[in-house]
């Protein structure tokens, strides 16, 4: 059920309070008695005006003469240019069909008897046409009549029907005020000489001779006596009907859509922009359109410009009690006149609510409003517009852009304000508010005598050689915009009144295809409420229902075609909005589509499916009406899918891509249609046949990429990107679409610059996900990403050009471009250098434009910018400092509005970004700016990249945006993500990890599917940092893990386990195991087995695992574990193969690649190196009496011999002492900040500040790390005293040996 008109057009009320004056908006409502007074100003020196008020016929001839000698012509586009593009209004792209193809049929001219044509007047109509039964109306209303205090007289927003029947019965007496026939002859012959135009030139010319003061060609009953013309008298001096003001307008819009301005060589083959600039630049129009507007809002043709004023001003005059004119009485005046719209006579914005003197009330705002149009209006008759002519005007000023957006100049509406608790500030809260269609008819005029008046000073302007600047254009554009609010209005009310089973001013009616039209024309102009759109809709469908119920025609394909579309382009949904697709699609399905579904042409059902899908993807959470809004959109869906593969040569390739759109976006055809999938993030529509509509959607895709590979050629650039993504999107992987995507590839190769941004960056987006990886297209798509033109790019087209080039895998040349912390500037490339490149320029292009504005772009824009450096190893210690401070700055960002997608993977990127200054060691090596090595290089890299202070604060920001977003939203790849994260730069926060810890846990009990990586990046971590998870985690994924491998008989063997994990992985999984201290039977057999087999063959694994053999790391790994396993859990009885590691480890010159392995842990202990503070405490130690040496290291023969644990024979080192007395088995191990991790969120008291080489301060609390942990158990095993020197209490002594010494005593 549509909203209630109480809630389309409120209604005055019978008291008198105060209404609240409207903020200015930029553009005051009534601007009036400002055009009297300009006019005024001017009488002394327009020849069209006297001094003493007297207009004769010389003036006015005078005046038309000036008009025409300075306006014969347009002013070139240049000289308007910058007026033009202050008004220029930016809307998106038309995707659907170009409306009012077919030819603008002349119509009859209406008379006041007309029984042929279905006219509605803006103040009330004349029709005599059948009755059309609104019982079944489905729009209930509650309006209300306005009542005044004497109950004599009833008003209404229109004309009082009492003044109305005067009118209408005088004209058809044929009284004095009736229209001449010989001008009505006139107007007749008009408008077919209208149609004989050919250019919107030709249009101009002819309506300027039609309502010149000369004798017109068309009229042999007219006399040179007629001194009346367009510049000197409103609403087409009555030369000119509605008819002709139609034709006229609609003829002029698709003249200069064409193209078409004059017949002349130099203007004939403009561009459609162009010549729309023209056309708004041109007098001739502005002064069409007055006198349009003028018809349309009852002014009497006959009204001179001067007169009108003049009745006007001396109005104010009585009213305001001053009838000297004096300066005071004009202000006096200016302030009644502007206190009509609620505004000071200063433009302030007054509200406060207070009573204020000044303000008229409705009441008062009525009659004032309606005395004015009363003097402006046609005394007996009026000309009327018929619904037809009506949607030619909306039409032709949509189509030729002329109306403001409502974005730039709010709707005008009708409101009221009653006892009641008044809803309006709602529905109308940025709209320009009125009590009455006369209000904004009089709102109307003001701006048509305003335009006027500026038209004459341009005139005069030129006669004195001056140059045009189109002063008017801005005022005009507010015109057209306030004509098409008028029109809107009326239809509100006509519609309104009748299905509320009221009275309403006429019985005529709009058919079909004007409802369309003007749907279409107020979508396209951004003027659109769903005020308007709901009222339409409903008399739409109850039109062609009941013309249905009685065997007639019924809707047209392009009426419903263009009428959804407008739902969609104006962004407008609803309960008719929903109850318009029903109708569309039951209309479709009706015997089986042999009725109307076969009537459509494909561009119809094109732009219908572009339009609900498009309406879908605009839908909230959670409405009542979605299971009846996707039944429809399936039907129609389905509809022209089987449309397409009957025949696909008829659809034009816009009409191919929207429609593989549509169906993408709502995931129709999808495997998941009633839910989400890994290709498409967005709510999929529901469907009661998944399988059928797969199958469906899956011929229709290999018909499309079949029939549009030989045509890709005429396929644009947007439909290109559109069918590359539908196509993936949707998950079609079929021979015949890789073949598709490489045929796009190549057009994108091609014609590069055909390609606007966002057609680059999308059509990158879907080959990469697609796993299309045409270099060729990738290095052209990232040249269009370059320092020059990277500004005319939107984050979104940049953050998927670097996605695509990320997950593509092409790297930039010059990988250490932008490391300006631990790359010394010799050593980086020059600007010219990165410039050489394209792909190395577009990554500085994104990141100079990331780093310049990251406010502009969107949380998961920032992600993917972030991700894809990262991900392709390129540092960028710049960029990311600058993103972590615009997210926890004092004004930050904040993670607020991050999914846990973005949150993850953010926090990889930052923690990425500092592993990959391992990379940079092992490749520039004593050359990189840094001191330390492994673990400790990591964090340390990211405190110099982005401080300590910001990087520790950034990763417990995030934490809780984690935790308060809900651990349960988080899929299990984020969780490894983040977990990871938090692990590699040794940051703990507690708190998140015990969050996680019970995530996982409920996962697990509830069977939740993990990847092999999700796991062993989640023990792994939890190690590392020694959360100190439950041993129950442990035990569950154990029982998980040998659920997921099982093999063919229920047992775990290579190949069952090579399809879940990698071999690191597996390792990795088995030393967590050992720093937790918990060694599952089943678990540690199925990890043994994963990682050495059971027939010790190394060969053998390969070619299982599919990999070049045992990290070094996992080997050195493997030994911790195996050690472990022989002390803490010996029943176990595991064995590493004999001869282990030879022949175990990658081949000699291998080179791992930087795949989806996000686990490159440094678990050797054996990286050997003596720091300064490690010589400083040896001698310290020296010096009280104990025997030390430094790095003593215990190997595999050693631990056979002395201790008996069995071991591979092949000698290995893997552990060592920092500091050790041999003989007394007495150890001290000198833990830097390497071997602790931070905890973030800890509330005990911080320890004191200390620094590490004089740069960073470690200020939280510090818990040993996972890897020191399970070395101090193994240690202690053996039989030594291992004593632990943490290095901030150390150098808290200042360096003074005394202290020293007695420290190192204390220690003993």
């Not at 009488?43 to 025409?68: I, M, R, T």
């Not at 269009?784 to 033109?789: D, G, K, Q």
């Not at 509830?1006 to 985690?1033: C, H, M, Y």
Request: with cysteine; net charge neutral.
């Amino acid at each position: 059920m549509m909203a209630t008109p109480l809630n389309n057009v409120r209604r005055h009320s019978k008291r008198t309070s105060p209404i609240k004056r409207a903020p200015l908006l930029g553009v005051l409502h009534l601007q009036l008695l400002l055009s009297i007074l300009v006019a005024t100003s001017y009488y002394c020196n327009f020849g069209s005006y006297s001094s003493d008020h007297e207009y004769g016929v010389g003036q006015q001839q005078s005046s038309f003469k000036l008009f025409v000698e300075c306006f014969s012509s347009p002013p070139p586009i240049s000289s308007t240019s910058s007026r033009l593009s202050s008004f220029s209004h930016q809307r998106a792209a038309l995707k659907g069909s170009s409306f009012h193809n077919r030819h603008h049929q002349q119509q009859p001219l209406h008379r006041a008897d007309s029984t042929k044509s279905s006219s509605v007047h803006l103040y009330g109509a004349t029709s005599n046409s059948a009755e059309v039964n609104t019982s079944s109306a489905t729009i209930p209303s509650t309006k209300k009549a306005y009542k005044k205090k004497r109950s004599t007289k009833k008003q209404s927003n229109n004309y009082s029907q009492k003044k109305y029947s005067k009118q209408k019965g005088a004209a058809a007496a044929g009284g004095g005020g009736s229209i001449p026939k010989h001008m009505i002859n006139a107007a007749r012959q008009y408008n077919s000489q209208l149609t004989k135009c050919n250019s919107v030139s030709e249009l101009l010319s002819s309506f300027m001779e039609q309502t010149s003061t000369s004798t017109t060609a068309t009229s042999s009953s007219t006399t040179s006596g007629d001194n009346t013309s367009s510049a000197t008298h409103l609403a087409g001096a009555n030369k000119l009907n509605s008819v002709n003001f139609s034709t006229c307008l609609h003829r002029l819009a698709r003249f200069a859509a064409k193209g078409s301005y004059s017949s002349t060589p130099s203007t004939s083959n403009m561009n459609q922009n162009d010549a729309r600039k023209q056309v708004l630049s041109d007098p001739r129009f502005a002064l069409l359109v007055c006198s349009m507007a003028e018809m349309a809002s009852g002014v009497d043709a006959s009204t001179s410009v001067k007169m009108g004023n003049e009745m006007v001003l001396q109005q104010w005059r009585v009213k305001c009690g001053n009838g000297g004119g004096d300066g005071e009485g004009m202000r006096e005046a200016d302030d009644v006149l502007n206190d009509i719209v609620g505004l000071s006579s200063g433009g302030g914005d007054t509200t406060n609510g207070e009573d204020d003197d000044n303000v008229l009330s409705v009441e008062s705002r009525f009659e004032a409003a309606e005395q004015i149009m009363n003097q402006l209006s046609i005394p007996q008759t009026k000309n009327t517009f018929s619904s037809r002519e009506c949607s030619n005007v909306c039409w032709a000023l949509a189509k030729l852009r002329v109306s403001p957006p409502s974005s730039a100049f709010a709707l005008g509406r009708v409101v009221g304000n009653d006892d009641s608790e008044n809803e309006s500030g709602k529905d109308f809260l940025s709209s320009r508010q009125f009590v009455s269609l006369d209000e904004m008819a009089l709102d109307v005029v003001s701006s048509t005598l305003q335009v006027r008046m500026q038209l004459f000073e341009e005139a005069r302007k030129r006669k004195s050689g001056g140059s045009s600047n189109g002063a008017w254009i801005p005022e005009l554009s507010r015109l057209a915009g306030k004509v098409m609010d008028l029109i809107a209005v009326k239809i509100i009310n006509e519609y309104g009144m009748r299905n509320d089973g009221g009275t309403s001013s006429t019985n005529t009616v709009f058919n079909p295809q004007e409802m369309a039209s003007v749907l279409w024309a107020y979508a396209k102009a951004n003027r659109a409420d769903d005020a308007l759109f709901s009222t339409v809709a409903a008399e739409l469908i109850r039109q062609t229902g009941y013309a249905l119920e009685r065997g007639g025609q019924g809707p047209r394909p392009q009426e419903l075609s263009n009428t959804i579309w407008a739902f969609a382009t104006a962004g407008i949904r609803g309960e008719q909005q929903i109850e318009l697709v029903k109708f569309a699609a039951n209309a479709l399905d009706e015997g089986e589509g042999l009725f109307f579904g076969n009537e459509f042409k494909p561009q119809e059902l094109a732009n219908t499916g572009w339009a609900l899908a498009t309406l879908h993807s605009k839908r909230g959470e959670g409405t009542s009406t979605e299971t009846v809004e996707d039944d429809g959109i399936v039907r129609i869906l389905r509809w022209v899918a089987k449309d397409i593969m009957q025949r696909v040569d008829s659809y034009k390739p816009q009409e191919i891509s929207n429609s593989v759109w549509a169906f993408s976006t709502v995931g129709f055809g999808y495997d998941e249609s009633c839910g989400t999938n890994v290709h498409n993030d967005y709510v999929h529509v529901a469907t009661n046949d998944p399988v059928g509509d797969k199958e469906l959607v899956y011929e229709t895709l290999e018909v499309i990429a079949e029939n549009a590979l030989s045509r890709l050629h005429n396929f644009k650039a947007q439909e290109l990107n559109n069918l590359a993504w539908g196509f993936t999107r949707l998950g079609h992987r079929t021979e015949r679409t890789e073949k598709l995507l490489v045929g796009v590839g190549e057009e994108l190769t091609k014609r590069t610059w055909q390609f606007k941004p966002q057609d680059i960056g999308t059509t990158l987006w879907s080959l990469a996900t697609a796993e299309c990886f045409d270099k060729d297209a990738f290095m052209a798509g990232a040249s269009r990403l370059n320092l020059r033109h990277i500004r005319s790019f939107k984050p979104q087209e940049m953050s998927n050009t670097v996605w695509a080039l990320a997950t593509a895998g092409f790297a930039p040349k010059h990988i250490r471009a932008f490391d300006t912390t631990l790359v010394p500037a010799s050593q980086r490339p020059t600007t010219k250098m990165v410039m050489s490149d394209s792909i190395t320029e577009c990554f500085a292009a994104v990141a100079s434009e990331a780093m310049r504005r990251p406010q502009d772009f969107k949380d998961q824009e920032l992600k993917d910018v972030l991700w894809a450096f990262s991900k392709i190893g390129v540092r960028h210690p710049a960029l990311f400092k600058k993103v972590a401070h615009h997210l926890v700055a004092a004004n930050g960002r904040g993670f607020g509005g991050f999914s846990s997608q973005g949150l993850g993977n953010t926090l990889w990127s930052f923690a990425k970004q500092a592993q990959l200054s391992l990379e940079v060691i092992d490749s520039l090596g004593d050359s990189v700016k840094l001191g330390s090595t492994g673990r400790l290089a990591v964090y340390e890299t990211s405190c110099l990249d982005i401080g300590e202070k910001a990087i520790k604060t950034l990763f417990v920001r995030a934490a809780e945006g984690g935790v308060e977003l809900g651990l349960d939203r988080f899929t299990n790849q984020d969780l490894s993500n983040t977990v990871w994260a938090y692990s590699t730069l040794g940051l703990l926060h507690s708190g998140f990890f015990k969050e996680a810890e019970n995530q996982v846990l409920k996962r697990l009990k509830n069977l939740r599917p993990f990847k092999g990586q999700e796991i062993a990046n989640i023990l792994w971590s939890f190690a590392t940092l020694n959360a100190q998870p439950d041993p129950v985690l442990i035990d569950e994924l154990s029982s998980y893990i040998a659920s997921v491998c099982s093999g063919k008989k229920g047992v775990a063997d290579e190949y069952s386990i090579s399809k879940v994990f990698k071999r690191q992985e597996l390792a990795n999984v088995a030393w967590s195991c050992a720093v937790v201290g918990r060694y599952p039977e089943e678990l540690m057999k199925i990890l043994y087995t994963g990682i050495v087999g059971t027939a010790n063959d190394p060969n053998r694994m390969k070619q299982i695992f599919h990999d070049d053999g045992l990290q070094q790391s996992s080997i050195m790994t493997l030994y911790y574990v195996q050690l472990a396993a022989d002390i803490e859990a010996s029943k176990l009885q595991l064995a590493l193969p004999p001869g282990f590691p030879n022949g175990w480890g990658e081949s000699e010159g291998h080179v791992r690649g930087n795949g989806d392995d996000l686990i490159e842990m440094s678990s050797s202990m054996l990286t050997l190196t003596i720091s300064k503070l490690q010589r400083d405490v040896s001698n310290t130690f020296t010096e009280i009496g104990f025997e030390n040496v430094l790095e003593h290291v215990i190997d595999t023969n050693e631990i056979k011999d002395e201790y008996g644990f069995q071991l591979p024979q092949t000698p290995q080192e893997f552990l060592s002492i920092d500091i050790a007395n041999i003989g007394q088995k007495v150890g001290v191990e000198v833990d830097g900040p390497g071997h602790f991790v931070r905890l973030i969120d800890d509330t005990r008291k911080p320890s004191n500040k200390v620094t590490l080489n004089g740069m960073f301060a470690d200020k939280g609390e510090n818990r040993v790390n996972g890897p020191t942990l399970l070395k101090h158990r193994l240690l202690t095993h053996l039989g030594w005293n291992i004593i632990h020197l943490p290095y901030w209490e150390y150098q808290s002594l200042g360096g003074v040996r005394e202290k020293e010494k007695k420290y190192c005593e204390s220690l003993l």
